[in-house]
């Protein structure tokens, strides 16, 4: 069966990592496919703000990852292995975003939803116990200094690792209302 994330598993270098992310994008919570990026349409440029556009949204982050470490004179202080990493992290942060089941609004704690299940499913789908650990950290700090809310008493951790501020960086990018990117059957037309 077709991945929806065909391209992007394809920017994984390491074949144990690339097979666990498609296994854990394939138990991805079927509305995550069809959502639109934000419930309100406030936040996220308009191709994110449609049918599909959280997956929409999610391939945007994963590209400015992948522009910005295929520049050799940017970030080459990643190894293969923390770019393998952060593709992922992209791939699952707001895998969650309704709740595990959905739920009318974006939840607001749901960079600690997906790090969790990623810490809970990660090994059984081939990762490591140190790369799950790594994950949910990423996953959890994703949000940066949007890390409290009217609506809330959770406080999200905020990123401080150099790979936990890249994938806050791509996703905050990717939610820019000015940064619209056109798709063509959720992929991002390039010429
Ligand atoms: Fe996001």
């Given at each position: 069966m077709k991945n929806m994330f065909d391209v992007e598993l394809g920017y994984i270098h390491d074949k144990k990592i690339r097979e666990a992310a498609a296994k854990l994008v394939s138990m991805l919570p079927d509305y995550f496919y069809s959502v639109p990026a934000s419930s309100t349409g406030k936040y996220h440029p308009k191709c994110s703000n449609v049918e599909g556009g959280l997956l929409n949204h999610t391939k945007i982050a994963i590209r400015y990852a992948k522009e910005l470490f295929d520049n050799a004179m940017l970030f080459n202080n990643f190894s293969e292995?923390?770019?393998?990493?952060?593709i992922v992290a992209l791939m699952m942060h707001d895998g969650f975003k309704h709740g595990l089941t959905k739920e009318k609004y974006v939840r607001f704690d749901h960079p600690l939803i997906s790090a969790n299940f990623?810490?809970?499913?990660?090994?059984?789908?081939?990762?490591?116990?140190d790369d799950c650990m790594l994950l949910h950290d990423i996953i959890a700090s994703h949000m940066g200094v949007f890390n409290t809310s009217n609506y809330s008493d959770v406080v999200l951790p905020l990123?401080?690792?150099?790979?936990?501020?890249?994938?806050?960086?791509?996703?905050?990018?990717?939610?820019?209302k000015f940064l619209?990117?056109?798709?063509?059957?959720?992929?991002?037309?390039?010429?």
């Open positions: 292995h923390d770019q393998d990493l952060v990623v810490k809970e499913h990660g090994e059984e789908v081939g990762l490591t116990k990123p401080k690792t150099a790979m936990q501020k890249f994938v806050h960086m791509c996703d905050d990018l990717a939610s820019k619209n990117v056109e798709f063509k059957d959720h992929n991002i037309v390039d010429s």
